[in-house]
């Protein structure tokens, strides 16, 4: 259903909001004093996979030697032994330290980023009907239900939820009576994971710069040919007469066959666009938009969606080279990648 896109891209905006104003708040009034990374330790990521964060030494400003453990983790390090950081210290609170690097940032923003993708194809897909908004009512009527009574007798007071935040997307420090506390990860797992990245970042270059060139080239493709067919298209009204299957490993999505009339002839066509559960219902009318030259080439008239697919694309495909530059990047500097 639609509006599951709406509460899937709304979580991930406000995670990625919460990370980066997480981020800016520990930086806030922070000095910068010369660090080195010691070691990783490790965690678990996405699916229980392991995952490693860099862990540098400081001197504090009050001259005790302490470390500080990177908030954001990987599946294999991203930094070496003995690589020179920078780490953000407050002066009146030596404990309270993140190192500085554009990570935390990066998390942040491609997860907000995500949630507005999928906040986007809600928009594009979601059709006010009196099915689809009662369907809606219910779901988030039963969402709320569920979260209230999951919440139920754990209130929290406002400093508290910012403790528990800080906690879960913040850096931590460390004191040379403390430290033992870091959960190091294990040097062989650690040697496996760096070969492990090296290998498959041999292929990940080309892959990203192909894959990010070839949706850049799509995605001013179909732009291109949706601002011709926009600008002699012509709108009218149709009826879906049957709604065609897309069958796929994943399962099974509906697309509508929508048929209109034009100049006294009626013209068929299969909108690009499945879902599951269908979006649409065979009697429906709905409006198109088709070419009066070629009425063969018509579509759904979405609006102020009907250009969305090809931007969608494009910033994928920009996404992917910019990854790839990054990698080519962290090469040229002698990092692991």
Not at 89 to 95: I, L
Request: with cysteine; glycine share 10%; hydrophobic share 45%.
């Amino acid at each position: 259903m639609e509006i599951l896109f709406l509460f899937v891209g709304l979580v991930l905006v406000a995670i990625g909001v919460a990370v980066v104003l997480s981020e800016a708040r520990a930086r806030h009034g922070a000095g910068a004093v010369p660090g080195e990374v010691i070691g990783f330790s490790s965690g678990r990521g996405a699916a229980g996979a392991p995952s490693y964060h860099a862990v540098a030494a400081y001197p504090g400003p009050d001259g005790r030697r302490r470390y500080v453990e990177g908030s954001v983790g990987s599946s294999a390090p991203l930094a070496a032994v003995g690589d020179a950081v920078t780490v953000l210290v407050h002066p009146e609170d030596p404990d309270k330290a993140v190192l500085k690097s554009p990570g935390t940032y990066i998390v942040g923003a491609v997860l907000a980023a995500m949630g507005v993708v999928s906040c986007v194809v809600f928009f594009a897909t979601f059709r006010a009907t009196s099915f689809s908004i009662a369907s809606a009512l219910s779901v988030v009527t039963w969402t709320a239900y569920k979260l209230r009574g999951s919440l139920r007798g754990k209130a929290m007071s406002l400093q508290a939820w910012r403790e528990h935040k800080d906690q879960a997307v913040g850096s931590r420090v460390f004191t040379e009576e403390t430290k033992g506390q870091i959960a190091w990860a294990d040097p062989a797992a650690l040697r496996a994971a760096i070969a492990e990245l090296r290998k498959t970042n041999r292929f990940a270059v080309p892959f990203f710069f192909l894959a990010g060139t070839g949706l850049l080239v799509l995605g001013a493709h179909l732009h291109r040919k949706t601002e011709i067919f926009l600008a002699k298209a012509v709108r009218g009204q149709g009826v879906v007469v049957e709604m065609a299957t897309n069958h796929s490993s994943d399962g099974n999505t509906w697309a509508p066959v929508v048929e209109f009339e034009h100049a006294g002839s009626k013209y068929r066509f299969k909108d690009s666009v499945s879902s599951n559960p269908p979006s649409y219902r065979t009697g429906e009318r709905v409006g198109v938009l088709y070419d009066p030259d070629h009425p063969r080439d018509a579509r759904i008239d979405r609006g102020r969606w009907n250009r969305v697919v090809p931007i969608v694309i494009g910033g994928s495909g920009a996404l992917f080279c910019l990854l790839g530059f990054w990698i080519l990047k962290r090469r040229s500097a002698g990092k692991p990648c």
